[in-house]
């Protein structure tokens, strides 16, 4: 891991830890004290918040916003439009949706699918290997079983 200068689209130039092997696209904005762990990708007009952490080998597709103190882990994919809100922890190998929308104070486990154009609300936990299919509306301060499946086909 390496500490390094990024200016953000803005001129802001900002301290951004980042392993070895990170892909950074155009246009991105990358808050200060943000990591990127090794390998990862991030994709174009992507928006890293403050404290944010990217694990290694996820993928971030464009125009994704992750939130401040958000906690994205090992070989995550978050989808393109897709947004992550402020504090929430996306488990290891989990895949976000296009245009999925994730609350604040989320919690993913691992292996989980949130399907595209779905939201999470804040504060709701999602247990590890439920599938959140596509268009799914899950409120405020939810929990679903680790194995649930959610929505129609």
Request: no cysteine; net charge negative; hydrophobic share 30%.
């Amino acid at each position: 891991m390496k500490t390094i200068t990024h200016t953000n689209p803005n001129g802001k130039t900002v301290q951004v830890n980042v392993g070895e092997n990170v892909t950074i696209g155009e246009n991105v904005t990358i808050d200060e004290n943000a990591t990127i762990g090794e390998h990862a990708n991030i994709g174009w007009n992507v928006t890293i918040g403050e404290y944010a952490t990217i694990g290694s080998y996820s993928t971030i597709g464009k125009n994704a916003i992750i939130g401040e103190g958000s906690h994205v882990r090992r070989e995550v994919t978050i989808g393109e439009h897709a947004t992550i809100g402020d504090d929430s922890t996306i488990g290891p190998h989990s895949t976000i949706g296009e245009h999925a929308n994730i609350g604040w104070n989320v919690t993913i486990g691992e292996y989980a699918t949130i399907g595209s154009y779905s939201t999470i609300g804040s504060y709701s936990t999602i247990g590890e290997h439920a599938i959140i299919r596509e268009h799914a509306n899950i409120g405020w301060d939810a929990t679903i079983a680790p194995g649930s499946i959610v929505g129609s086909k």
